[in-house]
Nanobody
Framework: QVQLKESGPGLVEPSHMLSLTCTVS??????????WSWIRQPPGKGLEWIGY???????AVSPSLRGRISISGDTSKKQFTLQLSSVAPEDAAVYYC????????????WGQGTLVTVSS
């Protein structure tokens, strides 16, 4: 059973960069069956897909965040990372990492989420 856990700062200053890491345990990141994904949920709003990275380093990101988002992975460490530049108050959210099943099209596992606050 794959488990995911997000880590990173809970507080980021406006205009600074947010960096979050998701650590995968209980399974491999090298299979092509999954996309390793980031999703966020601002307070009082719905889930917003951010992007994903595959085991072969294919990356897709939300058009609304393109230019500010960087997603990378390290399969040897079983981690993948999200970097969001020029953070603004509207980027405050609970950030989740999740395992997307490519063939079936659903999120199989989620991390518990990490709350990111944007404030000086």
């Amino acid at each position: 059973q794959v488990q995911l856990k997000e880590s990173g700062p809970g507080l980021v200053e406006p205009s600074h960069m947010l960096s979050l890491t998701c650590t995968v345990s209980g399974g491999s990141m090298t299979t092509n069956d999954y996309y390793w994904s980031w999703i966020r949920q601002p307070p009082g709003k719905g889930l917003e897909w951010i992007g994903y990275i595959s085991s072969s380093d294919n990356i897709a990101v939300s058009p609304s965040l393109r230019g500010r988002i960087s997603i990378s992975g390290d399969t040897s460490k079983k981690q993948f990372t999200l970097q969001l530049s020029s953070v603004a108050p509207e980027d405050a959210a609970v950030y989740y990492c999740a395992q997307w099943v490519v063939d079936s099209g659903y999120f199989r596992q989620w991390g518990q989420g990490t709350l990111v606050t944007v404030s000086s």
